[in-house]
């Protein structure tokens, strides 16, 4: 498909386990980036990729949370032990270019993570 | 420090009245900015952008923003309002490698 594709659509595990949640950003894009969005709340920037820089990882709320992008393309954000604070939905968003400021991001339909 | 403020949650409009969302910003550097909009269990797609240029932008399904540097405001208006027009309403400024994302206002359309 032509836009930016997560998966799963849905998460449902048990506080604890480890979670991956994986992106497919939109091909040629630079830029990728990660944000949660809980019940209620706007978007919370968690981690930003720009080509082969070192990410930008100010975001990410504690150490059980990490991000990797591979080749460039696919990202995978892991929560570790989750708690159930760790419920929401995880969007992932790319850009044609990060350092371009006019550039809007393209944003995957999420990942809908539940913590029983 | 640059943030973005959306004043109102939510709002409830009547179908076929006028839609007006509010946006103020705060900026270092000449801001480049966003409305997005969000249906329920999708992402954000964008409505439409402003980066330099006219005030006045237009965006899609009848949307439209004016940049009033004075004012520090990048309003969203619809002349009239439809049903399919309730969703959530992001505005966002863009800075240097981030885009900043105001909280958020629910639209709602009253029948």
């Known amino acids: 498909g032509a836009g930016v594709s997560q998966s799963p659509s849905n998460k449902v595990t048990e506080k604890g386990k480890d979670v991956e949640l994986r992106c497919d950003p939109i091909s040629g894009h630079t830029a990728l980036y990660w944000y949660r969005q809980s019940l209620g709340q706007g978007l919370e920037f968690l981690i930003y990729f720009q080509g082969n820089s070192a990410p930008d990882k100010s975001g990410l709320p504690s150490d059980r949370f990490s991000a990797e992008r591979t080749g460039g393309s696919v990202s995978t954000l892991t929560i570790q032990r989750t708690q159930q604070e760790d419920s929401a939905v995880y969007l992932c968003?790319?850009?044609?270019?990060?350092?371009?400021?006019?550039?809007?991001?393209?944003f995957g339909d999420g990942t809908r993570l539940s913590i029983l | 420090a640059q943030s973005v403020t959306q004043l109102g949650s939510h709002v409830s409009v009547s179908e076929g009245a006028l839609v007006l969302l509010r946006c103020n910003y705060s900026?270092?550097?000449?801001?480049?900015l966003f409305w997005y909009v969000q249906y329920p269990n999708q992402g954000l797609q964008l409505l439409l952008k402003?980066?330099?240029?006219?005030?006045l932008v237009k965006g899609i399904n009848g949307f439209e923003a004016e940049f009033k540097k004075s004012e520090t405001s990048f309003h969203l208006t619809k002349p009239s309002a439809h049903m399919s027009d309730a969703a959530e309403y992001f505005c966002a400024v863009s800075v240097p490698d981030k885009i900043i994302f105001g909280k958020g206002t629910r639209l709602h359309i009253l029948p």
């Open positions: 900026s270092s550097v000449p801001p480049y």
């Open positions: 968003a790319s850009s044609l270019s990060g350092t371009g400021r006019n550039q809007p991001q393209h």
């Open positions: 402003y980066t330099t240029g006219a005030t």
